[in-house]
């Protein structure tokens, strides 16, 4: 039995930009964060390269519109040029996809544990300053960690 994903990528693939899309679709719910992913989804990329993406509402448009810099950089080499944020239809995103994204842990470096423990020092309690040192590092991981707030 043949598989069609070659055939099919390359009939995409004749429509310009339109065929990149299958691999942002695959990418943005990783990139992005589950909730984002739940409210925003790819929808199609314009002969200008311009990525269209569905919202849940107006105020998820906005919001994205102001955060498209950092979008931008959560899909690193399959960003567009250029995004437009609309309210849309959206699919109903594979629900492993978003658990998988939500489960996965960002884990602190060296560095966040020591910023870390610098912060609690002052606590007399050692498991006091010792689970406040563990949720300071996840803290400063998580606002690092390229997939932002989010």
Do not use: C, Y
């Amino acid at each position: 039995m043949k598989r069609v994903g070659d055939d099919v990528a390359r009939e995409l693939g004749r429509f310009g930009a339109a065929g990149g899309l299958g691999p942002l679709v695959e990418a943005w719910p990783t990139a992005v964060g589950p909730e984002i992913a739940r409210n925003a989804w790819p929808a199609r990329i314009a002969r200008d390269g311009t990525l269209h993406v569905h919202t849940s509402s107006s105020a998820w448009a906005f919001e994205l519109g102001q955060l498209e810099a950092r979008v931008k950089a959560a899909l690193r080499e399959l960003a567009p040029q250029r995004f437009r944020f609309a309210v849309g239809p959206l699919p109903e995103p594979p629900a492993a996809t978003l658990e998988e994204a939500a489960r996965t842990p960002v884990e602190p470096s060296p560095e966040h544990r020591l910023q870390a423990d610098e912060l609690a020092a002052e606590i007399a309690d050692e498991n006091l300053r010792k689970v406040v040192a563990k949720a300071a590092a996840l803290s400063l991981a998580k606002a690092d960690s390229d997939r932002m707030f989010w």
